[in-house]
Nanobody, 127 residues
């Protein structure tokens, strides 16, 4: 049974930083591409970032590139999302997701590639 638990969300002022964590109960953690998605109020869930199983490859949405950094610690079965220079438009529920198998970059940016999801953590950026 795969379980993903996010933490680290909260309220922050524009320009501030937050670090999200996602602890995964996955036996073969390194075989999973991990992703972060977010769902702003009243909008569809959207891709934020993804990281390969080994951690040597990452991709980001254009809207967060150069501000957010995704990483993973395979010894702790945990992925992180360091969010800097936060903007009001970053306000959303952030979800951690896991995808078993091999994917192209385009596939890894899609919701349908991921078959395991966390419960989400709220991030609110005040302007």
């Amino acid at each position: 049974q795969v379980r993903l638990v996010e933490s680290g969300g909260g309220l922050v002022q524009a320009g501030g930083s937050l670090r999200l964590s996602c602890a995964a109960s996955i036996r073969t953690f390194t075989m999973y591409v991990m992703g972060w998605f977010r769902q702003p109020p009243g909008k569809e869930r959207e891709f934020v970032a993804a990281i390969s199983g080994s951690g040597d490859a990452t991709i980001y949405a254009d809207s967060v590139k150069d501000r957010f950094t995704m990483s993973r610690d395979n010894s702790k079965n945990t992925v992180y999302l360091q969010m800097n220079s936060l903007k009001a438009e970053d306000t959303a529920v952030y979800y951690c997701a896991a995808a078993g198998g091999a994917f192209t970059t385009a596939q890894a940016m899609g919701v349908s590639a991921y078959n395991h999801w966390g419960q989400g953590t709220q991030v609110t950026v005040s302007s």
